[in-house]
């Protein structure tokens, strides 16, 4: 045994280091088992791909042997909210426990920092003039004062959704870099001192894939001195790598920066050139493009295999793109004459130059090995993005070519991708195929609950058909009288807006006046419909329904009381007709695969154990699924989904079900202090 694996065994025993600092710490076979892969994973190099079911404790399991290892650390996170919660929780109660001085720091976007300078212009803007903005801009300011960090998520009272943060933040595009007047001040140039400095340093996914697209955070700088590297949440690597490794643009940019070119203009050009005019004719331009593509349902993504999106005129499509590029070109040519006049003014000439790039390059062919679609909603994004992250992963982090500064990388680095969820075989292909890592170590770790006696799964027979229209007002009535009986404490989780809405309405509908209050995504912030959620009845308060649907599916932990009944609308197949969805399925076919079972089951079986893993979060805990979805039960492939799902004791009938409902209204799960 190695000192590591020594020291990683010591410190997950019964009366080691973190039984000691815990009283509420109980020793996990999966966890010490997990725990000594990564350290073997440490101490040769390689790459680790575990998927430790929930309850296992990964995040003890990949931070104990990392930190006891002396090695530089590099955490990757889903979400920034999970990515605060290690840093400010997790990692200081682990240090603390272990004894070990190490330094952390916390490393975001720049859309998470104060800048300092857009602060000072943000009530120059037309959106200032918002009574709404002008409240939010005054709680930033005097926040502003006195903050360290200059991490927005550290404001308390500011929505995370509120149209001031773009006034005071800065992008890539936007940003003067060292011609700033607060180039020493910058949040962001401290939080990335902190962070090379630091022994561990904690970003997330989008920072990650976002700078190997841009090399801008400081990622290229900093990953060389790292050895270990942690993707925690990896089930989410692949989509959100290849949201930043393709080409995008839209006219939400071109009108940004059109009315930036007029605010700036005016400010430190003014006489120069006819800033009104010439923004103005890009915003017009921009507008009109807009139009072209027609009307669409929102969140539509028309496929563009040819010069334009499928749908949209020929005829007008090309005249109102070279509009486009003949008003961005005449704004940059202004700003070549008065570049020297004010950094804003020469980052704007460049921010320019890039934009007709981008927009350029809609023009050519499509990428092999990618897709290209137009995103339509109040803007529409263009945007071209490769099917997976594989090659990406191979080459540029794996060190199979060319490592991230273009030496090759240290051989001997230990990678570990981690998550509750990485597939449905032996392989966990679903993960491993498209983030290129097939020649990883597979390990897999059982979830330590008791799901046959803490949990059950009731299927409804008699539902619906998932198409037939009344299918909606189905689960909504099923999810309504069983949520009458507990009180609330039930979440239900739809695949589409349009169930989403449909159950949400007609659930509110139905307990009105029933003491229960309805909670539907998209009426609040993420964070105050949990918050409100995890509160149930607590303090006399109604109880609680909550209808969500994508990022619900996920990341969501209501342990306790709160939540007893998990409704599942119908089984979350990919959406056909996505342009992303259909080039993959091509590809498998082209190749002599099945898409439906390669692909699209696959997906399916992931999605539905990530939405069943929002049951179960402790040992204490009780609860029922319900999946309303027929084809559970009458289709062949039902069977390898059933399959995927958590050992829960199976409810045959209703009878069943009305008894399963009754006996939760007898017991209480408020214990749930544990770890």
Request: charged letters at 20%; one cysteine or more.
């Amino acid at each position: 045994m190695t000192p590591l694996a020594a020291a990683v065994e010591a410190a997950f025993a019964p009366q080691g280091p973190l039984a000691r600092a815990d009283e509420h710490f109980r020793p996990r076979s999966g966890q010490t088992a997990m725990a000594l892969a990564v350290a073997r994973t440490i101490g040769q190099g390689g790459v680790l791909v575990a998927e430790a079911g929930t309850g296992v404790g990964k995040t003890f399991s990949y931070l104990v042997p990392a930190l006891l290892s002396g090695e530089r650390l590099l955490v990757s996170t889903a979400t920034k909210a999970l990515q605060d919660q290690l840093h400010a929780r997790d990692l200081p109660r682990l240090l603390g426990a272990l004894g070990l001085p190490l330094r952390s720091a916390l490393l975001k976007g720049r859309a998470s920092y104060l800048c300092l300078h857009r602060l000072e212009h943000a009530r120059q803007g037309g959106a200032a003039h918002d009574p709404q903005v002008l409240r939010a801009l005054a709680l930033v300011e005097t926040w502003a004062r006195g903050t360290r960090s200059g991490d927005l998520a550290e404001l308390p009272g500011l929505d995370e959704r509120s149209p001031v943060i773009p006034l005071v933040t800065s992008t890539r595009e936007n940003c003067l870099g060292t011609p700033c007047p607060h180039w020493n001040a910058c949040h962001v140039n401290q939080a990335r001192k902190e962070a090379m400095a630091a022994d561990v340093v904690v970003v997330n996914h989008h920072l990650f894939f976002a700078d190997l697209a841009v090399r801008e955070s400081g990622m290229a700088e900093l990953l060389p001195t790292v050895r270990v590297v942690v993707f925690d949440e990896a089930h989410q690597l692949n989509e959100t790598g290849v949201q930043f490794l393709g080409l995008q643009t839209g006219t939400g940019a071109l009108i940004a920066y059109a009315r930036d070119v007029l605010r700036t203009g005016l400010e430190a050009a003014r006489g120069f050139a006819d800033w009104l005019i010439l923004s103005g004719n890009l915003e017009r331009a921009t507008r009109d493009l807009r139009l072209t593509a027609g009307r669409h349902a929102p969140g539509s993504r028309l496929p563009w295999p040819g010069r334009e999106p499928q749908g949209v005129s020929a005829v007008a499509w090309q005249p109102a793109l070279d509009a486009v590029a003949h008003a961005c070109h005449a704004l940059v040519s202004a700003l070549d004459g008065v570049q020297e006049m004010a950094p804003d003014l020469a980052r704007l000439r460049v921010r320019g130059a890039e934009l007709m790039e981008r927009m350029a390059g809609f023009t050519r062919p499509c990428g092999p090995d990618a897709v290209r679609w137009l995103d339509i909603g109040t803007q529409l994004r263009f945007v071209e993005s490769p099917l997976d992250i594989a090659q990406t992963v191979r080459s540029r982090l794996l060190g199979v070519g060319e490592g991230t500064t273009g030496e090759a990388v240290a051989p001997r680095r230990a990678w570990i991708f981690t998550s509750a969820t990485l597939g449905d075989d032996a392989g966990l292909r679903w993960f491993t195929e498209p983030c290129g890592l097939e020649d990883a170590e597979i390990l897999r770790v059982d979830s330590p609950f008791d799901y046959a006696r803490q949990s059950a799964l009731y299927v409804p027979r008699g539902m619906p058909h998932p198409a037939d229209p009344a299918h909606s007002l189905q689960v909504a009535a099923l999810a309504g009288e069983a949520a009458g009986r507990l009180g609330g404490r039930t979440l239900v989780l739809t695949t589409t807006l349009k169930a989403l809405h449909a159950i949400g309405a007609a659930l509110q509908q139905r307990l009105q006046g029933a003491g229960i209050e309805v909670l539907v995504q998209g009426q609040w912030p993420k964070h105050r419909l949990l918050e409100r959620f995890r509160q149930g009845s607590a303090a006399g308060r109604a109880g609680c329904v909550l209808v969500a649907s994508a990022s619900f599916w996920e990341g969501v932990d209501v342990p306790g009381d709160a939540l007893q009944l998990v409704v599942i609308d119908k089984l979350p197949f990919p959406p056909p007709g996505d342009p992303l969805v259909d080039a993959r399925s091509q590809r498998l076919e082209a190749a002599g695969r099945s898409a439906f079972r390669d692909y699209a089951l696959p997906e399916a079986t992931v999605a539905l154990k990530q939405g069943a893993g929002r049951l179960i979060r402790h040992e204490s805990d009780r609860g029922i699924l319900v999946v309303c979805d027929p084809r559970l039960l009458g289709m062949g492939y039902g069977k390898r989904l059933l399959a995927a799902l958590p050992p829960m004791r199976r409810l045959a009938d209703g009878g069943a079900f009305d008894a399963a409902l009754e006996a939760l209204t007898r017991t209480s799960t408020t214990d749930c202090s544990a770890p």
